[in-house]
């Protein structure tokens, strides 16, 4: 693997050191250092892990060498080709000093030779044997900067990457990248992306140590539709310490590069944003979510927590006060927290305090009059607003909901229900902090627009009919078929853009 600015890099300095140009005799490829590709280290090379070949005159010029179209790396790349041990090496890129390619699979262990070869004029150019060793286990991490030092290349399990403003907890989960674990089942032959499924899982089971402390492995194999790249998810115990923690793999009895770190942290808030828009405004008895780190020791919603018509202000000694006041909470996890912003009449920057047993952490947030959001379905990539025909169906195109649930598109002239939050005050006031359930229409619903497909839709009835969730019954407007972009405007604000319903006539 190598970075672009790498690739140009060393493009660079392959010109500057004298690539072979007109009236010049091509030369024989000469072999410096082969590496690992994520630890740099020469001493740790195995059957299958990707290297890095480095010397001088390997090629006529710089290649991103192309892949089958199954997505094999091939053999030969710009007239070059590499062999270890007389087995072919697949390329993934080719410089005038530099190659990337993953050692043969099939490779035996032990001490054997690297042959570098290029066409040039006509004629075959071959490197002298270049001496390495073969180890059945090259552990090497993947760093943020490629440097092979510093910061670990990780994830958590939505995605999201590791880093000091996002660090992993005690007890959680997460997963970094890693070359050279060794045998595989089932095994990938040598330029193959990796197999979705199965997983290629490894035969030897790493070792992970965070600070010294042992890690429970949760698994350990070839990222699928990747070529020989491990993923290691583990979990770390409980009692890690927290700080900029040495992470060491160990495999085969073979440890990872030292001088990389994993960042451990304590909670923290990194956002605070309207439940339906993720826009940062937070409105008044609307729905907000907290997002951040550690910010509670389970996951759970209220079920069971209400009491008569009272909402639960606390989750597992988990509290949440917005301007001071304790909020309503509706669910939590370590990485996010809803709750109910609690009546206030207060605009403009107001404190937020999570509280749980470990502590407490506090960020600031923008209480606005309004700052509307309609509720998405999730598939899609929260492509399509949530909304409901009359007789209780769901508005969604075909496919777009499990077979089990009743949809239908839209037609003109129908009447659908939408769903938001964020869209201000109401009369008869609903006081934040209790079960409601009717009808209390918006204080000044001559401010609200709502568009579809860019025409303006009649709006029966706009107002809260639960906690926090406001209700719009609209007339779907004279539209074409196809998906049309719905936008609320309530006093200058506007929902989120880019959202639809499907409409069939």
């Known amino acids: 693997m190598v970075r672009a600015r790498e690739l140009a890099g060393a493009a660079l300095f392959g010109m500057l050191c004298g690539v072979p140009g007109v009236g010049q005799e091509p030369r024989n490829p000469v072999v410096h250092t082969v590496v690992n590709a994520a630890s740099w280290f020469a001493d740790s090379l195995s059957p299958g892990a990707p290297a890095v070949v480095s010397g001088a005159e390997l090629s006529g010029g710089s290649f991103q060498c192309v892949a089958a179209s199954d997505g094999r790396w091939p053999v030969e790349c710009g007239g070059v080709s590499v062999s270890v041990g007389g087995r072919p090496a697949a390329l993934s890129y080719v410089v005038p000093n530099q190659i990337g390619i993953q050692i043969p699979v099939e490779s035996t262990p032990g001490a054997t030779t690297l042959v570098v070869e290029r066409k040039a004029g006509g004629a075959t150019l071959r490197s002298a044997p270049f001496s390495i060793t073969l180890y059945s286990h090259s552990p090497g991490l993947f760093t943020v900067d490629g440097s092979a030092s510093g910061m670990a290349l990780g994830v958590f399990a939505d995605g999201s990457l590791i880093s000091l403003g996002n660090p992993v907890s005690p007890g959680e989960a997460a997963g970094i990248y890693a070359v050279g674990l060794g045998a595989t089942n089932p095994v990938v032959t040598t330029g193959v992306l990796s197999p979705a499924n199965p997983v290629a899982l490894t035969v030897s089971a790493p070792k992970v140590t965070v600070g010294g402390r042992a890690c429970e492995v949760l698994l350990a194999g070839l990222v699928p539709q990747m070529h020989a790249v491990y993923q290691i998810v583990f979990r770390l115990p409980a009692e890690t310490t927290l700080g900029e923690l040495p992470i060491l793999v160990e495999v085969g009895g073979r440890k990872s590069q030292p001088g990389v770190i994993l960042p451990v942290g304590r909670m923290a808030i990194g956002a605070v944003a309207n439940t339906a828009s993720g826009a940062p405004g937070i409105v008044s008895g609307s729905w907000v979510s907290i997002y ?214």
Not at 310 to 337: C, H, M, W, Y
Not at 338 to 364: F, I, W
Not at 409 to 420: E, K
């Open 292 to 505: 951040g780190k550690n910010l509670a020791p389970s996951t759970r919603d209220w079920t069971g927590a209400i009491s008569g018509d009272l909402l639960p202000t606390e989750l597992d000694r988990v509290t949440v006060r917005i301007n001071g006041k304790l909020a309503a909470i509706s669910f939590i996890s370590p990485r996010q927290i809803n709750v109910q912003a609690p009546t206030d009449s207060r605009l403009g920057s107001v404190m937020v305090e999570v509280r749980n047993a470990q502590g407490v952490v506090r960020a600031y947030a923008l209480m606005k009059a309004y700052s509307p959001g309609l509720f998405l379905f999730a598939p899609e990539r929260l492509r399509y607003v949530v909304a409901v025909h009359a007789d209780g169906s769901y508005v969604a195109k075909a496919g777009l909901l499990p077979e089990s649930v009743p949809a239908r598109p839209a037609r003109p002239g129908d009447v659908i229900l939408l769903y938001g939050t964020g869209f201000g005050s109401t009369t008869p006031a609903v006081p934040s902090g209790q079960v409601f359930s009717g009808a209390a229409p918006l204080s000044d619903p001559s401010k609200l627009t709502i568009r579809i497909g860019g025409a303006e839709a009649a709006v029966h009835f706009a107002g809260l009919t639960g906690v926090g969730l406001y209700q719009f019954n609209v007339v779907v407007p004279e539209l074409p078929d196809g998906d049309h972009a719905v936008v609320a405007e309530i006093g200058g604000e506007k929902s989120q853009a880019d959202k639809y319903i499907t409409v069939t006539r």
